[in-house]
């Protein structure tokens, strides 16, 4: 992230997701670039029913100056990270404002309520209309699909920060991205992170 006159300090960063899509893995990643970069960064974790589908969000809390709590105040967003819509919709209320950001993962995962027959999921344009009614500007990409076709839907996450890294909202260099997957997984795992990383930051460039 590059200081600016117009960049909020801290910056209010949100990764939301459910269970299983690598959540915790994605705001790892992130975090752990910006605090190679020198800047300070808080984590806190909200798990619902994490194993079985349920919500899961990290709030990061991005400083140049100094720590700060780790959850992020209601209505303070700047931006989120959702790797499932209604996951995205659901944080967008509590924590939105006019000028918060959203980029979302378009795959749906659909809650036991709803496969049960009990409730339903809300078609897409429906999504897209609140997105585009309650954030500044959002992006709604087919990251799942395209995670599928690198041959893993979980790289999904990746994808997302690629397209993070794409808006330039925060500022990620290829290099650093390299850097710190190389650092917390397997040598073999770094072509295809890689790739994701690049198809996600071409989606939104």
């Not at 006159?5 to 939301?16: M, V």
């Not at 984590?43 to 194993?51: L, M």
Request: proline share 6%; hydrophobic share 40%.
């Amino acid at each position: 992230m590059e200081k600016t006159n117009e960049t909020p300090d801290p910056y209010n960063l949100i990764i939301t997701g459910v269970g299983g899509q690598g959540n915790v893995l994605a705001s790892k990643v992130l975090a752990n670039i910006l605090v190679n970069r020198g800047l300070h960064v808080t984590i806190g974790e909200t798990f619902g029913a994490s194993q079985r589908g349920g919500s899961v969000m990290s709030h990061l809390r991005i400083s140049q100056n100094r720590a700060w709590s780790p959850l992020i105040p209601a209505g303070r967003g700047h931006l989120i990270i959702g790797l499932e819509p209604i996951e995205s919709l659901r944080v967008l209320a509590p924590y939105g404002n006019p000028g918060i950001m959203v980029i979302a993962n378009a795959r749906p995962v659909q809650p036991i309520g709803v496969i049960c027959g009990d409730q339903e999921y809300p078609a897409m344009d429906r999504i897209e209309t609140w997105l585009k009614k309650f954030s500044r500007r959002y992006w709604l990409l087919p990251a799942t699909e395209e995670a599928m076709k690198l041959g893993s839907p979980i790289l999904a996450n990746i994808i997302l920060i690629g397209a993070l890294a794409g808006t330039g909202e925060v500022s990620m260099e290829r290099r650093e991205f390299a850097e710190t997957i190389a650092a917390i997984m397997p040598e073999n795992k770094l072509d295809i992170n890689l790739k994701a990383f690049d198809l996600g930051r071409e989606m939104v460039t």
